[in-house]
């Protein structure tokens, strides 16, 4: 357990004696440490695009002694080199870099991969690529009817799709939950004001998925749901079951939707209309002062 008071105050001081505090958090966004010193860091941050992270550190100090990070990030693959004489990542983790700095909001970001170089069994550093958080949003379907998916799962050793007589199998056997999928044609459509229509879609998709999953409480992501008030232009979105961020990011810059994505901590302000206790991605969708 994470006692987050003293970890906001060793956060606070980190800021007050180098200007940042720069850590690695775990799958549910938890810290689980403080990164080395910075060599470099580039983290532009755009609208209603994801961002990218690219950060290098030092992880072996003068004296020779690795920091942990490494036993996070590379570890598994320590010792195995590619072709290209660098050390080959772990990738089959989530793993988040959070930054702080005085006066800004927290910005965290989804490591995709990480760069060692340095001694096969000994790196000097590491340089760890990501994506922001809006990003998360592609890992699931815009879903064109939600209330169909369900939560019971059947075994499937062999896709239904074709004669049975073919004998062609799954490699490895599958659960599988019944769904509906919309098409276009069929017009499964949202209408109404942009930031609303959009806040509609993503907060549904999202509901749906958790909820075949058989997560209800907790949600690790959820969706900020107080409007900004301003004046919204109306569209339509037909959602077509695709990666939610790519059917949602034209339509919300045509309309000068902002949506973005931040992890709230306890001890971070509160979100209205959200209880939220545990490490939590917060989606926000407004609507811009001004449409473009």
């Known amino acids: 357990m ?20 720069v850590g690695l958090l775990d799958a549910d966004g938890s810290p689980l440490m403080d990164l080395p010193p910075v060599v470099s860091m580039v983290a532009p941050e755009t609208r209603n695009d994801p961002g990218s992270l690219e950060l290098t550190v030092l992880c ?19 010792g195995v080199l590619s072709p290209e004489g660098k050390l080959v990542p772990v990738a089959d983790q989530t793993r988040f870099v959070a930054i702080e700095r005085a006066g800004v909001p927290r910005r965290v970001y989804w490591v995709t991969h990480t760069v060692a170089r340095g001694d096969a069994d000994a790196p000097a550093t590491l340089t760890i690529h990501g994506v922001g958080l809006t990003k998360l949003l592609s890992r ?21 799709v074709g004669p049975e007589n073919t004998k062609v199998v799954f490699s490895q ?23 609303a229509t959009i806040r509609r879609l993503i907060t549904e998709s ?6 075949v999953a058989g997560i209800t409480k907790d949600l690790p992501i959820q969706v900020a749901a107080t409007p900004t008030g301003r004046p919204s232009p109306r569209i339509l979105l ?23 994505a931040r992890m709230w901590w306890p001890g971070d302000p509160p979100v209205t209309g959200l209880a939220l206790s545990l490490p939590t991605v917060v989606v926000a969708v407004e609507q811009a002062k001004e449409t473009p």
């Open 173 to 195: 056997p599958r659960e599988l939950a019944g769904m509906k999928m919309v098409t276009v044609a069929d017009g499964a459509t949202l209408d109404g004001p942009a930031e």
């Open 238 to 260: 037909r959602p077509t079951d695709g990666p939610l961020l790519e059917e949602i990011a034209q339509p919300a810059a045509a309309a000068g939707v902002i949506i973005t």
């Open 60 to 78: 072996r100090s003068s004296r020779g002694i690795i920091h942990p990070a490494v036993t996070e990030l590379v570890a598994k693959q320590l």
């Open 2 to 21: 994470i006692d987050w008071t003293a970890h906001r105050k060793h956060r606070e001081q980190a800021i007050a004696d180098t200007g940042q505090w």
């Open 140 to 160: 699931f379907p815009a879903m064109s009817a939600p209330t169909t998916w369900q939560q019971s799962f059947k075994r499937f050793e062999r896709d239904w």
């Open 206 to 211: 999202l509901a749906a998925a958790f909820r």
